[in-house]
């Protein structure tokens, strides 16, 4: 079972990245994948969602408008494409897979999700 963040590094702000997620060796396409970030000296938070079949996508207030997550099952590949980048936005961002398949909500909670990838850096700055 792996999942594997990649697409991290420097920006400046206002621009963009995309970041990764390939998933290995475990169920994929039943299940929700979120993005989480943690920035040094504070917890872990939500960033957004997206559902099993990518129809329904959930984001935390701060990345509105900002970001996007897409899917595609075939590849096990989950996609969160970050715009308008803020320094406060620097922070190891993370994917992970909803525990539940075919869950109804969108689960922002860390202990909904099982399985973890490694993270990746993200660093906004000029």
Do not use: H
Not at 7 to 12: H, M, S, T
Not at 51 to 78: C, E, H, L, M
Not at 94 to 113: E, G, L, M, Q
């Amino acid at each position: 079972v792996q999942l594997q963040a990649s697409g991290g590094g420097l920006v400046q702000p206002g621009g963009s990245l995309r970041l990764s997620c390939a998933a290995s060796g475990t169920i994929f396409s039943s299940n929700t994948m979120g993005w989480f970030r943690q920035a040094p000296g504070r917890e872990r938070e939500f960033v957004g969602g997206i559902n099993w079949n990518g129809g329904r996508t959930n984001y935390a207030d701060p990345v509105k408008g900002r970001f996007s997550i897409s899917r595609d099952n075939a590849q096990r590949t989950v996609y969160l494409q970050m715009n308008s980048l803020k320094p406060e936005d620097t922070a190891v961002y993370y994917c992970a897979r909803d525990r539940v398949v075919y869950r109804a909500v969108i689960a922002t909670a860390p202990d909904a999700y099982d399985y973890w990838g490694q993270g990746t850096q993200v660093t906004v700055s000029s």
